[in-house]
């Protein structure tokens, strides 16, 4: 596996407006109108991020399955320094750098992406995963634990039942329950994918558990380096 070390770009944000003028700038690049990978084909990558805001350090961590077995293919890590303070809507900002890191690590394309966060289902209707995507190129969704600012009704109680997320009658992305009768998922596209492709892949990407295997992949993953990076500082 390999780990990398990540400088904050010369360029990068500093201020709350310039963060949400670059929001602006690449939100209007976003692509809605593909269908995105057929779910359970080709790769699928999770990517997820640790903080230790005490030692100003951030880990990120990209890991790549193989869509129809779920069996790990690949994965990488990044560790670098937090690249902007923490502000409500503007939190990609603090990851993307050690982000993009981790993708450019891996040995092989990522296919799907999934953030363990938002796409279009975000104040500014650009969270981590319509940034990512737009900066990469790449198909992104965003498969959240909570529903953010943004309201729905319960989903029935099967798997594979959903409702809309709303913020007033726009649909930004749906509540997805992946488990009969436990709490749902919140799924919103990113780039270059529809919303129900998108929902899809989450049932895909659930057979036993409530979170995607990339999630809770990527999530274990970037722990594990942020643990190696406290006991090896640069």
Not at 114 to 129: E, K, T
Request: overall charge neutral.
């Amino acid at each position: 596996m390999t780990t990398v070390t990540v400088p904050i770009p010369a360029d990068w944000p500093t201020t709350e407006a310039r963060a949400r003028a670059v929001q602006d700038g690449l939100r209007a690049r976003v692509v809605l109108d593909e269908p995105g990978p057929t779910p359970g084909t080709g790769r699928v990558t999770g990517v997820d991020v640790a903080y230790d805001d005490e030692r100003d350090v951030v880990a990120a961590a990209a890991v790549v399955l193989d869509a129809a077995t779920l069996a790990v293919v690949a994965e990488a890590t990044a560790v670098g320094r937090i690249s902007f303070p923490y502000v409500p809507g503007l939190l990609a900002f603090r990851e993307i750098p050690t982000v993009l890191a981790a993708l450019d690590a891996l040995p092989c394309p990522p296919g799907l992406v999934v953030c363990d966060g938002y796409g279009l289902a975000h104040p500014r209707r650009f969270g981590l995963a319509s940034h990512l995507g737009v900066l990469t190129g790449l198909p992104t969704i965003g498969v959240a634990k909570n529903p953010f600012t943004f309201t729905h009704d319960a989903p029935d109680l099967p798997r594979g039942s959903t409702s809309p997320l709303l913020a007033g009658a726009e649909e930004v992305g749906r509540a997805v329950r992946t488990r009969d009768a436990v709490k749902p998922v919140f799924v919103s596209v990113g780039h270059r994918v529809s919303l129900d492709n998108a929902c899809a892949h989450t049932l895909a990407l659930t057979p036993a558990y409530r979170l995607p295997e990339t999630t809770r992949r990527a999530d274990a993953l970037c722990r594990e380096a942020m643990r190696a990076a406290a006991h090896h500082p640069s």
